[in-house]
């Protein structure tokens, strides 16, 4: 299988083809800041109307994962894709069973289904049963699920097209700027036909504040834990 284009010379991220056609990105800067190589796959993700079936790994691997660890492999032919984790991409004593490693697996899925039905797909994905554990000693792909494709009708959803919208800026928060009323409007409203989702919205500084101390002085509290320190400064470049 040949690489395309956009796989050449991506420098930080890099999609590497494996015999037997099994495909992986990685990106080894996980909290990189702005521009640079590690970005084309957010800006080229949907030029690809003559791949096939790859188009929709492009879309895959914008999903979202805990510290970026990007734990996805995926083995493609023209009428279907394998999604595997590699165990190996793991955040140590901060996600011992892997569950939040499953749940970036699930992201991926998400937008691999998306953009199926964007490319003209009718996909069908089976979700192989299984029970986390403890991360594995002996580190191998792990098979999760399989989505089966046959030709269907196009349908480019809000959500397809809002894949690279949902992005990380790595700015720094400005917590003076106020929030314009109309967006806390949207927002209070978002969950309103959620039967099952309640939302609160804390907008009084008071409140904020409180949030602030609480979910600092809890993150404070877990890396206080070198082994969860150090499971995640595996996959921390920049650090203050
Ligand atoms: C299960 C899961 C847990 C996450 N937990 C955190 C978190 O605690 N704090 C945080 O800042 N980001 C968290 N993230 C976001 C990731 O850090 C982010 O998705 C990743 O760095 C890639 O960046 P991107 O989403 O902009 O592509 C989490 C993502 C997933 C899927």
């Not at 998400?110 to 953009?115: D, G, K």
């Not at 792990?142 to 397809?160: C, F, I, P």
């Not at 039967?195 to 009084?204: E, I, N, Q, R, S």
Request: charge should be neutral; aromatic fraction near 8%.
């Amino acid at each position: 299988m040949q690489r395309r284009p956009f796989l050449k010379g991506v420098g930080v991220v890099t999609v590497v083809v494996v015999g037997g056609g099994v495909w992986r990105a990685y990106d080894q800067g996980v909290f990189s800041v702005g521009q640079g190589p590690a970005y084309e796959p957010w800006k080229d993700w949907r030029n690809n109307s003559d791949e096939g079936a790859l188009a929709l790994v492009r879309a895959a691997i914008l999903a979202a994962s805990p510290h970026n660890t990007q734990p996805w492999l995926f083995k493609v032919t023209n009428s279907s894709i394998v999604l595997y984790i590699d165990t190996k991409r793991n955040v140590g004593a901060l996600d011992p069973f892997l569950r939040e490693e499953h749940i970036g697996m699930g992201c991926a899925l998400e937008n691999l289904m998306l953009a199926a039905a964007a490319h003209g797909y009718q996909a069908t994905a089976t979700l192989l049963p299984g029970k986390l554990g403890p991360i594995p000693a002996e580190s191998k792909p792990e098979l999760l699920a399989r989505v089966d494709l046959v030709s269907g009708k196009h349908e480019e959803t809000n959500l397809y097209d809002a894949i690279p919208r949902r992005h990380t800026n790595r700015s720094a928060y400005k917590p003076q700027k106020p929030i314009p009323p109309q967006f806390v409007d949207t927002l209070s409203r978002l969950a309103s036909e959620e039967p099952d989702v309640k939302l609160f919205l804390f907008t009084a500084e008071a409140d904020r504040k409180k949030i602030v101390e609480v979910s600092s002085a809890a993150n404070a509290e877990i890396y206080s834990d070198p082994d969860v320190k150090r499971g995640s400064d595996r996959w921390i470049r920049i650090k203050e």
